[in-house]
């Protein structure tokens, strides 16, 4: 039963999609299939498949035995926070390794090894999927780079293309990660769901803004101008280099302050609303109180019970759920890292592919912000019309993530 509700979930979120769709006369059914196929088989391979599991675990345990090179380097500077049979708090063990991947991936990029690999899977990508060479190039970038910084890499095509196009574009934005960060998402939760939800991702960000904002392309129109960063190639190496060290501290300050911020907020909110609601109930001579975890909840439980989760266990994601959109992915993962183990199968698979996204209020600023620098202010204005529609196409995404996750995950 709880099979046949995850199905009809898929379906429902395609609905909603197309409900919501700037154009619906337009939509590309023949390249929405294909997608949707793509993803099955994806999800199928990745999660069900002997091979598919086999692949994605050794990942899971390289990124891993890479993470102890990261350790290594902390324990140099500061040895008591990375002692044998210590307990390290999450910044340590989740953030810190940043200052090893971001300079990893900088390099690959400035050797011109990570644009090459973008570029095939890019172009792959849209042979299959039948869908504009730009976008699936970029949400290739977006799956190694991250969302802003693919935003950058791009900047020249962005300049060239239409105002729906860049929309497009912004939508696919609010369904990436980081590859940099990955290392730390795999730190808190399982990280095969993790590798596993990274492509599907990409896929469903494709599907669900093609179907928000169908757009008709002529085929000279479809062209890829650059998908490599010249002021790269202009810096000597170790100035690049150093550059990368000093953007990865600076990225690990930003998700510390932004962590420590969210959290205090939500504690403070959810203090209150205690306040309010228990002295409301008090005098009503009523027992309890609820707070900002179940009025958060209250919105994404109908999705989660879709997700084909029990009544019970669909209560307690949604509350993770919608407190990810409002503060991040982090917030969540931390909250949940030292008891996910003891999940179902299921529930485990659907919240991990849930949270692996940046799918959230704060990203919404960060691409409006990122677009401004980029396009002009006619198209910059067109997008900021459309925020809604962009944080309504990351919920989507992250929703048809976890569901398709969630049909091979029992």
């Known amino acids: 039963m709880f099979l046949l509700i995850n199905i009809i979930g898929l379906f429902v979120f395609l609905g909603i999609a197309v409900l919501c769709s700037r154009n ?12 949707v196929l793509v993803n099955l088989v994806l999800a199928w391979f990745l999660i069900y498949f002997p091979w598919g599991k086999a692949a994605v675990h050794g990942l899971a345990n390289a990124i891993a035995w890479g993470i102890e090179s990261a350790h290594a380097g902390t324990g140099f500077a500061f040895s008591s926070w990375v002692k044998p049979g210590g307990q390290m708090d999450m910044a340590v063990s989740a953030l810190f390794p940043i200052l090893l ?8 990029m400035y050797f011109n090894i990570l644009p090459k690999i973008i570029g095939g899977i890019g172009w792959v990508l849209a042979k299959v999927t039948r ?17 802003t910084e693919a935003l950058a890499v ?6 060239r293309i239409n105002e729906a196009r860049v929309l497009t574009i912004a939508m696919m934005s ?3 990660v980081s590859g940099a960060i990955v290392g730390a998402y795999v730190t808190m939760v399982p990280g095969d769901l993790v590798l596993t ?17 169908p757009i008709s392309l002529e085929d000279k129109e479809d062209v890829i101008y650059s998908i490599r960063n010249n002021e790269i190639e202009r810096q000597p190496f170790f100035s690049f280099l150093g550059d990368s060290v000093l953007n990865a501290g600076k990225l690990i300050l930003i998700i510390i302050a932004f962590v420590i911020s969210f959290v205090a907020l939500s504690d403070l909110i959810d203090r209150l609303i205690h306040l309010i609601t228990g002295g409301i109930a008090h005098l009503m001579h009523i027992k309890g109180s609820f707070g900002l975890d179940q009025i958060l909840g209250a919105f994404m439980y109908p999705f989660a019970l879709l997700l084909g989760l029990p009544f019970d266990e669909a ?7 919608s407190k990810k959109i409002v503060t991040n992915e982090f917030v969540v993962m931390g909250e949940i890292s030292k008891h996910i183990d003891s999940y179902s199968a299921h529930r485990r698979a659907i919240i991990t592919t849930f949270l692996v996204s940046f799918a959230n209020f704060s990203t919404i600023g960060m691409i409006v912000g990122t677009l401004k620098g980029i396009v002009d202010q006619k198209t910059s204005d067109f997008v900021a019309k459309y ?14 993530t976890a569901g398709f996750v969630g049909l091979f995950a029992w």
Do not use: R, T, Y
């Open 315 to 321: 209560w307690h994601v949604a509350q993770q759920m």
């Open 131 to 147: 869908q504009p060479k730009f976008e699936s190039f970029f949400g290739i970038e977006m799956m190694f780079l991250g969302n």
């Open 174 to 176: 609010m369904s990436s």
């Open 197 to 213: 939800a990274i492509p599907l991702n990409i896929i469903n960000a494709i599907i669900i803004a093609s179907i928000l904002n």
């Open 24 to 35: 619906k006369k337009n939509i590309q059914w023949g390249s929405v299939g294909i997608l």
């Open 154 to 159: 791009s900047n020249e095509q962005l300049k």
């Open 101 to 108: 991947v971001v300079p990893l991936f900088d390099i690959l």
């Open 387 to 400: 925020v809604p529609m962009m944080l309504l196409a990351g919920i989507l995404v992250s929703l048809m």
